[in-house]
């Protein structure tokens, strides 16, 4: 893939209070891993970090990219999804909910290719009308998707044959993935359909019928994309297409 024909990625990022040398201060950053496993793929990476929005602004910025991840981080706010918070819920990012939420909507009015991940994938359900099982422990009885401490815990997916998401992974219906999450999909939004699941039912992976390019997972495959690429190129090689086209 020649330079002038690489797809520029939009990743969204962190707005936290963060160190840098004698700084201590509010900062949008993103971990390496994210963006060096879209350039391994042959992408372009962009940050978009969380601002002011409105419908308007987020259509420049999609008009602007090839295609769009949104990746982990923070719970997104129940209030989003017409419930109160969980004593384990995070305190919420209301900035990086409503940026995400818009750039998401412009993104599929926009039929970009889009990739969620963890969070991601939370922020698409819940901004077509779906819920979130705000504490996976109440529910299935183990913390197997999210320990804490900053460790990440291997579990099982079973991929629909099918799908997107098992095309993407050269026709594989299972999968080991790297989790760190206490939440997950609850109500699915309309319009989405599952692709992967774990071995308690838990929704892994989701999946946007309707667009060219529009997949969500629970996991972390940016841990894995040094080893596995796949979902990494499968969204660089549609942004690629995407750009073709304009």
């Not at 991601?120 to 504490?135: D, F, K, M, P, Y």
């Not at 197997?144 to 815990?153: N, S």
């Not at 992974?169 to 999968?175: E, H, K, R």
């Not at 892994?204 to 529009?214: H, K, N, Y």
Request: charged residues 20%; aromatic residues 6%; negative net charge.
């Amino acid at each position: 893939m020649g330079t002038s024909s690489r797809p520029i990625i939009g990743l969204t990022s962190y707005l936290e209070q963060a160190q840098t040398g004698v700084w201590d201060l509010p900062a949008s950053f993103l971990p390496k891993i994210y963006f060096e496993a879209v350039t391994d793929a042959g992408g372009i990476a962009v940050l978009l970090p969380p601002q002011p929005v409105d419908a308007e602004i987020a259509s420049s910025l999609i008009r602007g990219l090839d295609g769009l991840i949104l990746t982990g981080g923070k719970d997104v706010d129940p209030a989003r999804y017409g419930q109160e918070a969980h004593p384990t819920t995070d305190v919420p990012r209301k900035d990086r909910d409503a940026f995400e939420d818009a750039l998401l909507r412009a993104a599929i009015d926009a039929n970009l290719p889009f990739l969620g991940i963890c969070r991601g994938a939370q922020v698409l359900n819940v901004a077509l009308g779906g819920t979130i099982i705000q504490h996976l422990p109440d529910v299935i009885g183990s913390t197997r998707y999210g320990a804490g401490g900053g460790t990440f815990l291997v579990n099982d997916v079973a991929v629909e044959p099918e799908s997107e998401l098992s095309s993407l992974l050269g026709g594989d219906t299972s999968l080991a993935v790297k989790s760190y999450h206490h939440q997950a999909i609850g109500e699915l939004a309309e319009g989405l359909v599952v692709s992967g699941r774990g071995d308690d039912g838990v929704i892994q992976a989701v999946e946007l019928p309707g667009v060219d390019f529009g997949v969500a997972v629970q996991w972390h495959p940016e841990e894995d994309a040094k080893e596995d690429a796949r979902l990494f190129r499968g969204v660089v090689e549609a942004a690629a297409r995407y750009r073709a086209k304009r």
